[in-house]
């Protein structure tokens, strides 16, 4: 059975550094097939996907954010980390763990179903 | 970056409609569209992958259909459980978008 779950801070202040941490469990991050990504959703607001890494360390990352964030992954606790830098009142928001395996259709398979995913935390950005 | 655009972004019908939404994405994906359902105050969980399939556990009243940059979800007969907010999104390849959304109401 795999889970997620996310935790960190509730409250951080505008130009401060996010750090949020899934802790996984069901699964290995060291096994070929299964990447962990972060997806975030602004209150009332359409879901944005954010990052991902892959069981090799590969790492992938939403384009706009990208000098912003950082994901890193310790196969040893099943953590993985996202850290964004410089958090604006606009990165308010639920932010989601997510897991995904290669989905096949048609002869060929691609990452990116998110199949699982954690409870979601509220991370706040205010003064 | 590929644009998902679904429409439309809200709609309500009775118990027993036939309900569509569509998702159209900026450049080709093959079948590589997943749609969600969110439900009020929940997480999002996965309906459909590949355009079609559906996942498991899902009720057969789901089907979605497409390839390229057309797609569509259909509800066969919607229930008052399906109240939720519909997103398609790409995963032909990173970054991962996913379209604004489709509130559905009774």
């Known amino acids: 059975q795999i889970t997620l779950k996310e935790s960190g801070p509730t409250l951080v202040k505008p130009t401060q550094t996010l750090t949020l941490t899934c802790t996984f469990s069901g699964f290995s991050l060291s096994s070929s097939g299964v990447a962990v990504g972060w997806i975030r959703q602004p209150p009332g607001k359409a879901l944005e996907w954010l990052a991902l890494?892959?069981?090799?360390?590969?790492?992938r990352y939403r384009p706009s954010l990208r000098t912003r964030l950082t994901v890193t992954k310790d196969t040893s606790t099943n953590h993985v980390v996202l850290t964004m830098t410089n958090m604006d009142p606009v990165d308010t928001g639920t932010y989601y763990c997510v897991h995904t395996t290669p989905y096949c259709g048609g002869g060929t398979c691609s990452y990116g179903v998110f199949d699982m995913w954690g409870q979601g935390t509220m991370v706040t950005v205010s003064s | 970056d590929i644009q998902m655009t679904q429409s439309p972004s809200s709609l309500s019908a009775s118990v027993g409609d036939r309900v569509t939404i569509t998702c159209r994405a900026s450049r080709g994906i093959k079948s590589y569209l997943a749609w969600y359902r969110q439900k009020p105050g929940k997480v999002p969980e996965v309906l459909i992958y590949s355009a079609s399939t559906l996942q498991s556990g899902v009720a057969p009243r789901f089907s979605g259909s497409g390839s390229g940059t057309d797609f569509t979800l259909t509800i066969s007969s919607l229930q008052p459980e399906d109240v939720a907010t519909y997103y398609c999104q790409n995963y032909d390849s990173a970054p991962y978008t996913l379209g604004a959304g489709t509130k559905v109401e009774i």
């Open positions: 890494i892959y069981w090799d360390g590969d790492e």
